[in-house]
Structures are given as C-alpha cells and as structure tokens.
C-alpha cells in the first residue's frame, strides 16, 4: 500500500512538470561555438548546386530499422601493383616480381595512338628463366564486353606461375609509348590491408593511416610508401610509415585544405614491399574518406515551433546548406526508435541563419511511439560543394512534448 | 526490352527512355539534372501519377541519388511522390572490385588516362572505397542506413555461363567467354561477371536471384540483365 502511494506521488509530479513546461529542443551535447575556425575565404572547387528554392521533405522510416549512425571507414585489400614502363624497355624485357599460382598481367599502352596494337604473338614472358605458355589471352574487346571499362589499347593475359620473376618482353612496340602494367595474383595468401581511421574527418584532425602485409593472419615486415591526394588531384603530403608492437605500419597526417569533393573523394595510395624467401612481394592499394568542409557550423540555437524545429546555423560562405537527421520515439521497452526521416535546404546568406526541420505530427502520432523523442544524426552539409560540414550523431532531445497534442495546435 | 516490358501498361505510350549522361557523377547535372529533367517533363506532358522506374547497373546509384537527396533539387520531391517502386537490375550499390582495377594504377595511368578519355566519372565513382563513403552518407538504403523513401528492389545476377555448346550463354550477342576469364579473377564467386551478387544486393531489398525466376534457371549475366534474355523481360512486364 505504501509502496503504491510513492509511485502515485512521482506520477502526479511529473504530471504536473509536464503541464508547467513548454515542449522545446535541446542539443544531446554541447554545441561550441565554431564561428572563429570557419574558413571565410574563396573554395577553390567547383561549385554544383547553384539552387535557391527552400526545399524540405520528410517521410516514414519502420520503426523496427536497425540504424547505425558511425560510418565505418573502408579497409582496402589487395594482392595487385602496378609499374610503369615505356616501348623501349619492353622491348628489352622487364622485371615482374611474383608470388606464384594464378597471376592476370593487364598491359595498357597510353597512346591516342591507335596503331599500338597488343597481340599475344609479339607478348613473351619466361618465369624464372623458362619461356611461359599464355593461358588466356584478352583483348580490348573481349575485356570491354564483361562491362568494365577497360581502356581501347588494353589488353589482359593469363598465365600459371612459379614463385619468383617474370620477365615481360613485348615486340616492337612504339620505343617512347608509355605503358602501365598491371599484376593480379589472384589467390596469393600476401594481401596489402590499408584503411583510414575515420570515414570522415574534421578539419585539421589527424588522419591516421594503418597498412602492412600479412600472410595467413600474421603481419609481415613490409616497406611502405605513400601519399594523400585531396579532391582536386593535389597532394596534401607523404605518407611516413613506423611500425607499431602488433607489426603493422602507421602513418599521420593533418586534414589540411578545404576543398569541395565535386571532383571526388580524398585519397590514400600505398605501394609496398615485402619478403618471402629472397622474392619480392609487391602490393600497391588505395582507400578513401571525405574532409568536413568548415563554410559553416551549428551555432548552438534551437527552438520548437508548431511542426518544426529551427536549428540555428552560423554561416561564413554563403550558399545551399542542407540539414537533416532521423526522428526517433520511444517504444514500450523504452528503446528509441526511428520513426521518420526529416531534411530541409535552402539558400544561406552570410551571417546567423536558421534551417527550419519538418515533423510530419501525423507520422509521429501514428509511429506508435511516446515520450522521450529525439532526432538523431543531425547532419549539416554543403550542397553547393558537395560537402559534409557538420554532424552530430547525439543530436537533438525533444523535451515534454507531446506530439499527438502539441503539434496540433 | 523495353517494348516488351510496356505492353504490360494500360496505356503502352506511358514510358519513357531515359537519355542522360551517366557517365558523370551521379550530382552532376548532366547526369541526375538531366534525369530529373526528363522524368519531370514525362510526369507533366502524360499525366503521371504512379511511376515504376526500371535501372541497370550504376543507373541504380543515380536513382538513390534522386531519392536519398530530395531536397537537392525542387524537382526531386514531386518526382519521388510518383514513383511506386525501382526495380534496379544488377545495380552496382556497393560499385566493383574492377573499377578499382582500371581506376587505382597509379598517378601516371590515372593522369593520362583521364587525358586521353579512358575513364568516366561514374567508373571513378564506383570504386570499392569510394561507394562505401557515399554509401554512409549521401546515399540511403544500405545496412544500418535509413530505407529510402520508396522501394527499391534488386534483380541480381549470380554467374556467367559461358559454355560454348549452350546457346543461352550468347543471349546478348556477346561472346564473353575469353574476357571473362580475366575479368573474373577480381571478383568472388557469385557475380554476374562485372558485380559482385553482394554489391548488387547491399541496397534497397533484393527482389529475386536470377536462377530463382528465370528460364531454365539461367543465371544472368551484367550484359544479360539488361536485355531479354531467358524470360527477364516478362518478369519486368507483369510487375508494372
């Protein structure tokens, strides 16, 4: 009886709480104030959405989706290089390095020069002294019909080899022509592993670079070299690789420049090398992530009106910033689940502005879900650079509000 | 294909083909401008209220595009509210182990190449690494992503039969055995000879696996998908 008399109290309480409050917006976490770290100046990237219509939508998301708001960073693998070469070196034969088994060799001549013609009668190839039988010859044409996009000149060859050195000799070809070639070991236990920390980083953060070789789950000692390009092509620098105690290679660098990603991604590229009893093992891979771009930030202000929620975004660089992140209620078990997604964009100006966030009050009530609501992974980007700006996964608490009652007013 | 597929409209003039440049980004105007563009002239000029929208390959990617980024573009929410569903055919969500392969190189195939016009946006673009960048953020409906705002469901292929004694292994008029074999050294084994059946599968729901349905339990090929092969088409016809 006592017990039951307590619980009534708390209830009437919050009750009463509730009817004194007015339902508003608060940030899950502290929004500092970015305005002095936003870039001012001009962004030397191509500008692709020039768009000054104020557009939002909002739709209905299953409450029984799994979301994951932490976008995982991709871990490239390979057990593929690539050298360069020219006509005349060909000629003379070239140096292969191979770990033995299945190994595709792609030639790509680089001439608008169509008469460069690769046949596999002026291709040879000795693998460790003995002259080798091409097992499958490809040329552009039969490359190009699988749907890759194979270039006109390039032709691939398969052969079966033995661990140690393949000597390339072409015939004839065009001394100055540069060449690219291409070596797939196929089903080569030595795999080139390399990925950034982050999907996506700030700007200025570190970006962390973990690479080495392995072979049947044990890290090998390796040779790395590396460099990032930014978006537009340019370096941002080498990549200096120290081993750590698990036998992998780690190398930092700043996220510095800020550029647009209409031209592409950010990008790592590593060329390594290894041992395997005196044969070389050669592996080059690439990975990718995205830099925030700081044209504007957050400033910190929310409010709640009637069916939106005003989030208040200082602006440095004007131009079309999208804001947008999942509705989420609460279910009978107490978990928070998505129930709608929510986005608005329009034109900003200089200066303090707002983006004002749908919620769809018919969507909600119908979600069969209460109090606490929240929208999670509240992102802000750049569509006129096609850039992320800001996110906050923790986002946004909607406190005392009451959707079925509220947004009908 | 598409003649096929539009007798199972009421009204057969109700289609439309659509003629971009999907050789660019998928933001890029003349690639999901354009498409938008012509969806909404379609839209106004019939009278469209209820839309099926059919993709192959990386015209998956630019339809995801259009409905993960609706404020991207005024135009975008009206074309959203008319379509009843996608059906993407091997559409390449996750991209391709063999676009890195032409792509990655290194700087001096990269630099020359796009000098000499070897490679488009849209092979760039679907790089391993670089879809699942877009895949975590620009683009919806992969695993732990919010679902799109309308389905999209994946017709997959799984093999390349390329046996010389099998007719069906020409559907297409391509002879595919010889490039094949090199092609597929970059891929696991189910792909339907350019995408991976995990790629093909990473977004949207997948409809149906192409031994499931088709005729004679035929798997389908990147280049069969897209073409009336082994009863595809009236799959597609009776769906719209």
Known sequence: MKKYTLLTAVFACSLISAANSAPQAQWAVQISNQKSALITGKIDSPVVNNNREKVSYSYKLSTGESLDFKAKPFKAQSRQY?????????????????????????????SANKSVKLSAKNIHIKNNGQLKNIEVFADSTDLKATGAAFSDQSIALKINAAAGQLKLIIDSSSASTPFVIHVLEKDSPFVLSINANKASYKVNQPIRIDAGISANNKNRDTTLQGYINRPDGSVLGELNFSKNKDGRYIAELDALGAQGMAQGLWEVHVFAKSKENNVVIMRDAQTSFAVNLNTAAFSGKLSLLKNTVNIGVDVAIEGRYEVRGVLMGTNTEGQLKPFAMTMTADWLKVGENSLALPIDAKSTANSGLSAPFAIKNVQLTNQTYLAPVQTVVEGIKLVDINFSEDLKK | MVNSIRQGLPNQSNYVVINCNFEKYMWDTAASGCLADQLTTFINSKGITDMVVITHSNGGNMMRWLMSNPTWDSRYPNIISKIRWVNALAPSSKGTPLADAVMQGNVFESALGWLLGYKSDAVRMQQTSWMNYYNSSWLLGTSGRPSLPKGFWNVVGTDVETAIWDGDSYCGGYALNVGLEVTQAWLNSCSDGFLECSSQEAAGTTWFRDTSRMNG??????????????GLDTILRNDI
């Open chain 2, 217 to 230: 339990r035929e798997p389908l090929s990147h280049n069969q998908s897209r073409r009336k092969c082994f």
């Open chain 1, 82 to 110: 690539w050298l360069d070469s020219t006509g005349d070196k060909l000629a003379a034969g070239i140096n292969l390095p191979v770990s033995g088994g299945e190994t595709i060799i792609r030639i790509s001549p680089l």
